[in-house]
Every structure is written in C-alpha cells, then in structure tokens.
C-alpha cells in the first residue's frame, strides 16, 4: 500500500474536548527511577510493567510502589506485551522487537523487515497462536525527534505481523505514526493507532474483509497514541494532548514548508497541551468513555491499562505511573 496525500479532518472545536468529557477521579503517583514509563501492561502477577528512557524494563508493585529491574535493553523500550508465561514482547525503538524470558534471558526476535533495518518499533501484541503485530511509527525519524514526523507528516508508519516462524510482513503501510496496537478478542481484527491522522485503523484478519482495511474511529479530538484492550472488552486509547489549531492549519501545506517550522527554535514550536485524558472505545466504533482533566500533577498521557475499573497510566515525560480509576 502506498502512502497517499492525507487531508486532516476539519478542526474540532474546543467545546468537543470538554462537552462529552467526564472528570477522572483524583491520581495517584507511582514513582520510578527513572523518566519517561511509556507505555504500561499488567503482568500475570498483577504488578505493572513499563520501561523508561535509562533502557529500564520495570515491575512495579501497585499496592505499595515497590519498584525491581527486570533488564536493561541496551536501548529505549517503548510498547510492552506481557505474555501468561511471564515472558515480556518489548518494542525498543533503537534495537528493534525484543523477548525477555521469565528467566531474565533477552533476545532480539526481529530488527530488520524486507532486508533493512527495523527503525521505531513502537507498540506490540501477541495472538495465543504466537503470532505477534507490532508497529513502526517512522522511517524518518527518531524517538526524540518524534514531532518532527507529525509536522512532516511523512506517512511512512507500518503495522506489521510477524508469524512463529519468524517471517515478518507488512500488513500496512504509508501511515501516519503508527502507535498502539490492539487485538480484538476473538481474533477479527487488529487495530493500530496514527497519532498524525486522529484515527485509528482497522487491519482485518478473518471474514469476508479478511486482508481489507477501514477505520475503527476517525476525528479524534487529540493525538491517539498507545492504546489497550481493557478487561471490559474495550479499546482504552490514550490522548496525550489535544489537537493543535496551528498544526491542523499546517497539515494541507507541502512537506518542505512544514518542515520548516520542525527548524524554529523549540520555544515557537507546537506544545502538547498538559492534560490526562484517555477514551474508551468499543469494536463498532462507540466512544464508551472519555475521561479528561487538567494535567496539574501528571501530564502527556502514552500507555493505558484498563483492570477491573482501575486505569493505570504512563507517560513519556513523567517519573511515575498514574493510577486512578473508572468513575461509577
């Protein structure tokens, strides 16, 4: 599939992010040592999973904050899938997709496709056939560079499968930072995140649409960005910022003229707005819940898990995991 010119949606306005929105409940702070706890899972033992910007792969104890090492990637772990053995799926954005065993044992499960590097690998997901989807958000740049793809808009995202012999193909490409990824539960689909689009697409898997794509939700009102499958069967998609009326003004110029705004200084560049909001979404498209207030002490929301009511968040610049929970 080739990357196609994207019109951005009409702007949403303001009122949108506030009108349907329902408060979160206050947050609690599980420190870490370290920055950035990306994106978060919950472990078979129930202790919560993340890894930060040091290489760190952590457990965390969400009873009493009680934080243990598992491994050092060597590079920066991003998306997380934690499997029934107690092995962990972990996307490092610079070392490619990675296994850590129950028995501290790291290995590289995949660091090229079709014969070249592996670059970005963002979000994962495993079938209990052993096939695992997993995402590359960008062929262009970097982790720390991540808002120069979103300004580009350089379309070069993929969702990819990788079966268990190893064999890794690409199930989409041309999109626009490719982020979480989602399997459905009864295996019809998988769902991947374009937190440049304000969508999430929709890969199916079996069916008559079996190999065809849509969308699961368009129009979003922030940048989706790692997403879960919550124990209520539906898809918990993180929203670290709302939309920007200057970056939705950018998106139908020409590359080279957004790429200029990726050379201004840092300070007249495009901010994420400081807020915690997560949505909830079922397989038809249905917003379920969305979830939203101020980001005073916890802000840029990037990994979500939904457990019997209680959600537990990450984010890329915090030195904690949230933790609040599904209001009544």
Known sequence: ?????????????RARETRSATPLPPLARLEVPGVGPEDVVLARDGRVLAGIDDGSILSIDPTDGAVRRLVNTGGRPLGLHADADGSILICDSIRGLLRLDSDGGLEVLTDQVDGEPLPFASNVVRADDGTIYFSSSSRRYRLDQWM?????????????????????????????????VVLSPDR???????????????????????????YLIENLPGFPDNMGLGSDGLVWITLPSPRNPLL???????????QIVWTLPEWLQPKPTKTIWVMAVDFDGNVVHDLQIEGTNFSMVTGVVEHEGTLYLGSLTETAVGVTHVPS
């Open 148 to 180: 120069g793809d979103i300004l580009e808009h350089s379309g070069t995202g993929r969702l990819l499968r990788r079966d268990p012999s190893g064999t890794v193909e690409t199930l989409l490409d041309g999109l626009q930072f490719a982020n979480g």
């Open 248 to 258: 939705d003004r950018l998106l139908p110029l020409p590359g080279v003229l957004r």
């Open 1 to 13: 599939m080739q990357p196609q010119r994207w019109t951005p949606p009409p702007a949403l306005p």
């Open 188 to 214: 019809s689909c998988v769902v991947v995140a374009e937190t440049g689009a304000y969508r999430v697409s929709r890969y199916w898997l079996t069916g008559p649409k079996a190999g065809t794509h849509d």
